[in-house]
C-alpha cells in the first residue's frame, strides 16, 4: 500500500511539472502563429523569411539540446527546468527567437530528466507523453490566444504576456523534491548520437508534418478565404493530447515500434487530407487527425531510447533524441516556405505526408536492428 501511495504522489509532482511547462510554453505557443502574420502582413516579407523566423528557435534548440541533456545530468532536472524558465522569460523581454529556443531546450530536458528520476525510467514512455501534454497543450490554446492577443492589444503587449508566463511556471515546481545528479562515466555526446539515431530519424521525419502546419496553417486559410485561421493549432493539439491521455501508457505497455506504427500511418493520413482538402471543414479534421498521429511517436521512440543508455547520461541522450525533432522543426519552415511561394499552401501538407511515410520505413529498420535502437 505505501509503494501505491507514493507512485501517486509522485505522478502527482509529474502532473505539477507538467502544468508549469504548459504555462511556459504558452510563450513560444501564442508566438508561433503570430509572428509569420507579422513578418508577412505587417512588414511585407515574404513566406521564406516567415518560415525563417519561425524555425530559428528551433535551430537555437539544435545546437543547445547536448548542451543541455549534459546540464540536467550534471546539476540535476530540477535546476535546469528552473533555469530554462527563466531563459524563456527573457527571451520574450527582448523578443530574441534564438534565446527562445535555448530556454525551452533545458527547461524541457530538465523537465523530462528530472521526471524519470521520479518515476523510474520503466514509466519513460508515460512521462514523456505528459511532457507532450504539457507542450501541445499550449500549443492548443496559445494559437488561437497568441493571433486574438497581437490583434487586441499589439505584439509587444504579447511579448509582455509571454514574458510573465514561464515566472509563474518558475513558482508552481519550486517547492516539488528535486533528484540528485548520479555519477558515472560519460561518453562524448557523439557516440550516444550513435546509439539512438534510428529513433531520432522516426521523429525527424515526424516533425515535419506539425512544423509545416504550424508554420503555415494560418496564411493556408487566408490565402483561401477561409475561417477559422487560427484553430489549426487548437484542433492539432486537441488531437495530440488527447491521445498522450488516453494512450500515453501504451508504448511502455506495447513497445514504441508497434506504437509508433501506427501513429504515423494516422499521421500521414492527416497531412494527405489537409493536402487535398476542398474546404476548411476537412481541413480542420486533417489538423485533428495529424495532431493524433504525431502524438505518440516521440514518447515511442523515446522510450526505446531510454533503454539504452545508463541513468546518470539519460538527459544527454534525450537532449541527442529530441535535437533530431528540432532539426525536422528548425529547417522545415524556410524549405517549404520557398516551396509553397512557388506551388502553394497546399503542397506543405504533401511534404508533410511523404516524410511520414518515409517514417513509416525508418520505425521499422528499428525492428530490424533491434541493438542499435
Known amino acids: 500500500m505505501h509503494q501505491d501511495i507514493s507512485t501517486d504522489r509522485t505522478y502527482r509532482h509529474v502532473v505539477v511539472m507538467t502544468a508549469a511547462l504548459f504555462l511556459s510554453y504558452l510563450t513560444v505557443a501564442m508566438s508561433l502563429p503570430a509572428v509569420p502574420v507579422r513578418v508577412v502582413r505587417d512588414l511585407g516579407l515574404g513566406n521564406a523569411w516567415a518560415g525563417l523566423v519561425v524555425g530559428i528557435a528551433f535551430l537555437s534548440t539544435i545546437l543547445t539540446r547536448g548542451y543541455a541533456g549534459a546540464y540536467a545530468d550534471r546539476l540535476g532536472g530540477k535546476v535546469a527546468m528552473q533555469r530554462g524558465l527563466l531563459v524563456y522569460s527573457a527571451a520574450a523581454l527582448i523578443c530574441g527567437r534564438l534565446v527562445l529556443g535555448l530556454g525551452e531546450s533545458i527547461a524541457m530536458v530538465g523537465m ?38 497581437l490583434d487586441r ?17 518558475l513558482a508552481v515546481i519550486q517547492a516539488l523534491p528535486a533528484v540528485e545528479p548520479q555519477a558515472g562515466h560519460r561518453e562524448p555526446f557523439w557516440r550516444i548520437i550513435g546509439k539512438i539515431w534510428r529513433p531520432g530519424a522516426a521523429v525527424a521525419l515526424q516533425g515535419v508534418g506539425f512544423a509545416g502546419l504550424g508554420a503555415f496553417f494560418s496564411l493556408y486559410f487566408l490565402s483561401r478565404g477561409w475561417p477559422f ?47 487535398i482538402a476542398p474546404n476548411p471543414y476537412l481541413a480542420l479534421v486533417g489538423a485533428l487527425l495529424t495532431g493524433l498521429g504525431c502524438s505518440l511517436v516521440f514518447p515511442s521512440m523515446g522510450s526505446e531510447v531510454v533503454k539504452q543508455v545508463p541513468a546518470h547520461q539519460r538527459g544527454t541522450a534525450m537532449g541527442g533524441f529530441a535535437a533530431f525533432q528540432d532539426l525536422a522543426y528548425g529547417a522545415t519552415g524556410p524549405i517549404v516556405g520557398i516551396l509553397a511561394d512557388c506551388t502553394g499552401y497546399d503542397s506543405v501538407f504533401l511534404v508533410g505526408g511523404v516524410c511520414a511515410v518515409i517514417g513509416l520505413a525508418a520505425v521499422n529498420s528499428i525492428g530490424r536492428h533491434p541493438n542499435a535502437a
Open 112 to 149: 523530462i530528466s528530472w521526471a524519470i528520476g521520479l518515476m523510474g525510467p520503466a514509466r519513460s514512455g508515460a512521462v514523456i507523453s505528459l511532457v507532450g501534454i504539457g507542450m501541445y497543450g499550449a500549443f492548443a490554446a496559445g494559437g488561437p490566444l497568441g493571433l486574438l492577443l
Open 153 to 169: 492589444i499589439g505584439f509587444e503587449s504579447l511579448m509582455a504576456v509571454s514574458m510573465a508566463l514561464p515566472l509563474l511556471g
Open 229 to 275: 485561421a487560427g484553430l489549426g493549432l487548437t484542433f492539432f493539439g486537441v488531437g495530440f493530447v488527447l491521445m498522450r491521455l488516453i494512450c500515453g501508457h501504451l508504448p511502455d505497455r506495447f513497445g514504441g515500434r508497434n506504437v509508433a506504427l501506427a501513429a504515423l500511418a494516422a499521421e500521414a493520413c492527416g497531412q494527405a487530407l489537409l493536402w
